[in-house]
Structures are given as C-alpha cells and as structure tokens.
C-alpha cells in the first residue's frame, strides 16, 4: 500500500541555519503531497503541498518540490527561526483519494 | 468563523468504559475523518466519512465506532476503552472549493485510559 517515511526526529538547529527535512513515499500513479505542521499544543495546519511532478510548493520561506523520479518531497528552509520549531508531517492522498497517508514526523527544535 | 472544533480537550477514564470524542465543523465539508497520534506512528486513520450517513474504516478501526447523522458532527465512541487507546485524537474536515484535497484539523483531544 502507500507509505511515506520521512527522515528520523529530533533535528535541533541554530536560528538562521539551513533546513532540510527528507520526505520519500511509495505510491501509485501521481499522489498529491504535503507537508503539514504541528505547533506545541495545536492540531495539524497546511504548510504546503504540490499535485504534480515538478510542482514547488511554497510557504513562509518554505519550499518543496515534487519529484516524481525520486520519489521525494523535501522539505527546505533557508533560514529557520525559533518560530519555526514544530513537528513536520509529509503526506500524500492517493489519485481520486480523500484519505491522507502520513510519515511518522520529524520534530523540529531551532535554538536563539 | 469557529472552523472545527473538538470536545472535551483532555478526558480521563477507566477501563471498560464507554467514551464518545466530539467533532463538529462550520464549514459543510463534506468529508471528515478522525485520526489517532502515537509516538513513532505519526497519524493514523481510525475512520472517515465522506457524507451523512457514509462512513468507512481507516487503518486502525478495531474497538472504535463513529455515526454521521449531520454533515457538520462526526463523534467517535470508543465502546470499551482499553490503555491502548491512551491517546490524542484528531478530527479533520475536507471538501469546499478549489482545495478539495487540504484536511482541515481540530485542536485534538487527549484520551488517558486508567
């Protein structure tokens, strides 16, 4: 079945220090993808997704691209803030599919 | 504009005990789904809905019901409450306008079963 695995927790960083979160899923055909964050205490909220390859997804200085010959979607921030500490969920809902299927998290710490 | 909401926020209970979580959203979504969020298992679907009176099971359905008389409330009951349904639990919505596919998440419920 569809699977997403995204790179193991916790990742700490410096304020101002490059992001990167790793995102591979297993799917059929052309999956939509997305990542979704978590703030302490909050349900999920959309931070950004892409339906086709090649797509970029954008938001709050975050960007990931859909790349359908690695099967990937990482998710990349040039340069992070304390705000930005959260848990990050990559996911993808199958063509003609309402269900989502998520990756396990990646908890996210960014130190001043 | 109160979105999705979900009730109680935190319940205590016992073993053996029946629990029902609320879930209610303002938007008409068509679809709602709950979820459950363990440590190393991200989100999982318990089950969903696409319409009133149509629901389906998800990944972990066992020893969980739900209903969906009205559009706007999805309440899942947990029959016999067992510790491994210690808990959070989220309700989410989809289905208006052009992002059909963007889940929309309550606030989460935290279930402890004694």
């Known amino acids: 079945g569809d699977s997403v695995t995204q790179m193991e927790g916790p990742v700490t960083l410096s304020e101002e220090a490059f992001l990167t979160i790793n995102c591979t899923y297993t799917?059929?055909?052309?999956?939509?993808l997305f990542w979704y964050v978590q703030y302490p205490g909050e349900g999920l909220q959309l931070l950004l997704k892409?339906?086709?390859?090649?797509d970029k997804g954008s938001n709050k200085g975050f960007e990931a691209t859909y790349r359908k010959e690695t099967t990937s979607f990482h998710l990349e921030k040039g340069s992070v803030q304390v705000s930005d500490s959260a848990v990050y969920f990559c996911a993808l809902s199958a063509v003609g599919a309402q269900k989502l299927v998520f990756g396990q998290g990646t908890r996210l710490t960014i130190n001043p | 504009d109160a979105g999705i909401t979900q009730s109680p926020r935190y319940k205590i209970t016992e073993t053996g005990r029946q629990v029902t979580l609320m879930c209610h959203q303002t938007?008409?979504?068509?679809?709602m789904f709950w979820y459950r969020q363990d440590l190393g298992h991200g989100l999982r679907l318990i089950y969903y809905?696409?319409?009133?009176?149509?629901?389906d099971k998800g990944e972990v359905p066992d020893g969980y019901v739900v209903s969906r008389s009205k559009t706007e409330n999805f309440p899942l009951t947990l029959e016999s409450a067992t510790r491994s349904q210690t808990s959070v639990y989220f309700c989410?919505?989809?289905?208006?306008?052009?992002?059909?596919?963007?889940?929309?998440f309550g606030p989460g419920t935290r279930l402890t079963v004694l």
């Open positions: 809905s696409a319409a009133a009176d149509i629901t």
């Open positions: 799917a059929t055909g052309y999956p939509s």
């Open positions: 989410a919505s989809s289905g208006a306008g052009a992002n059909t596919d963007t889940q929309y």
């Open positions: 938007w008409s979504h068509s679809y």
């Open positions: 892409a339906t086709k390859a090649d």
